[in-house]
Every structure is written in structure tokens, then in C-alpha cells.
């Protein structure tokens, strides 16, 4: 059994690193938000705390709990403040900044000193570590709904556009224009080709269908 014990705690401290590795590779990753989101990412924890609550218990006072969550919920207000949040194409983005690593390095830290206390003094701190995740999320994503309810309160940002869309759709109407302007000189008319008249859209270079007033790639007002 102490064996089985020993093996466990390298799979344990493997799988460990994984997670870590790969949540150091995709936290700068851009999602897309919205109200129900953020709902969704604040009770689920909030619901999964207070039924291990109910079924564990703790044998941490109150007022240590009451700490650790007012902690947590300060690194979470924190997190969710220095979380750049932005409209992009009329969806509202988000993306974590160097300050999620601060905030995940120093939650990390406080559960790890827990586990190792409880462990000394033979206590239950598992609802400890809990209540710090838990209120981390209540403010991280309490602070983004926030943002996210203030009417005009977002930056806006138009879509990367790759370099050879960009040049693509610069040279087209280019020469699209020139060859009108062949045409209209061996016709003998010098009418200028109306800036309505685009085959590309200006935001993600797509090409456009005459008549529509929205892109269908990234539904940008093309009129």
C-alpha cells in the first residue's frame, strides 16, 4: 500500500506540472465574454463550495474562514481589474495580463502553506483552499460583469488583419480603379469610380457581394 501511496504522489505531482505548463502556455489566450458567462463562472463554484461545506465541513474557525475569503476576494478584484476586456466586431473580448500569473502565484503559495498546516496539526483545511478559489472567482468575474453592464464603458478594437489580406485588399480596389480609369479614358469619359464601390472589405479583406451593407465574414459596415 505505501508502495501504491509513493507511485500515486509522482502521478499526482506529474499531472500537476501538465496543468501548470499548459495554463502558463494559454492564459493570454483571447476569449470571448458576455453576462452569462460570468454568471455561470461565479455560481458554479459558489454551489460546489457550499455542498462540500455540507458534506466535508471544516475545521477552521470562522474568522479564519471570513479572512481567507476577504484575501481571496481582494486577489480576485484585483485580477478581474487588470483583465483587458474590449468589443471587438460587436462581441465583447477578453484576455488575462501578466497579473493573472501574480494572482494564481500567490493563491497557489497560500493553499500550498494550508495543506502543509493541516497536515501538521491533523486539521480539515480543505474548505480553506476552497474558499479562496471560490472568492477569487466571485471577484474576478463580478468585476468583468461589471464592465461588461457599463453602457459604452469598453474600448473598442477592429480585428487583426493578416499582412497579405491587408495588401490584398489594398491592391484589388487598386486596380480595379486603374482599370476603370483605362476604360473610362478609351471611352472618352473621366468619371472617378465611387468610394461605395469596394470588392474588399477594409476590416478582415474578405470579399464583398455588391449590395451588402455588412461583410459576412465579420459583419463590418461596409457602407
Known amino acids: 500500500m505505501a508502495t501504491f501511496l509513493k507511485y500515486l504522489r509522482y502521478v499526482s505531482f506529474a499531472i500537476s506540472i501538465i496543468l501548470i505548463l499548459r495554463m502558463l502556455r494559454s492564459y493570454r489566450k483571447i476569449r470571448s465574454v458576455s453576462r452569462k458567462s460570468c454568471v455561470v463562472a461565479i455560481v458554479f463554484p459558489i454551489a460546489t463550495f457550499l455542498i462540500y461545506s455540507v458534506i466535508i465541513g471544516s475545521s477552521l474557525p470562522s474568522i479564519a474562514l471570513s479572512a481567507l475569503f476577504a484575501f481571496g476576494l481582494a486577489l480576485g478584484v484585483w485580477q478581474g481589474k487588470k483583465t483587458d476586456v474590449w468589443v471587438e466586431n460587436g462581441r465583447p473580448r477578453a484576455q488575462n495580463t501578466i497579473w493573472f500569473l501574480v494572482v494564481w502565484a500567490l493563491s497557489y503559495t497560500l493553499m500550498q502553506v494550508l495543506v502543509q498546516l493541516g497536515t501538521r496539526l491533523s486539521l480539515n483545511v480543505g474548505i480553506g483552499t476552497m474558499c479562496v478559489s471560490t472568492a477569487i472567482a466571485l471577484g474576478s468575474q463580478g468585476f ?78 461596409t457602407r
Open 144 to 221: 468583468i460583469l461589471i464592465r461588461l453592464s457599463q453602457t459604452g464603458g469598453l474600448p473598442v478594437r477592429r480585428a487583426a488583419v493578416p499582412a497579405e489580406v491587408a495588401a490584398g485588399s489594398e491592391a484589388a480596389p487598386a486596380a480595379a480603379t486603374s482599370a476603370a480609369t483605362r476604360d473610362s479614358s478609351a471611352s472618352g469619359s473621366a468619371a472617378p469610380s465611387s468610394p461605395r464601390e469596394r470588392l474588399y472589405c477594409s476590416v478582415c479583406g474578405a470579399k464583398l457581394v455588391p449590395g451588402d451593407r455588412f461583410c459576412r465574414t465579420c459583419r463590418a459596415v
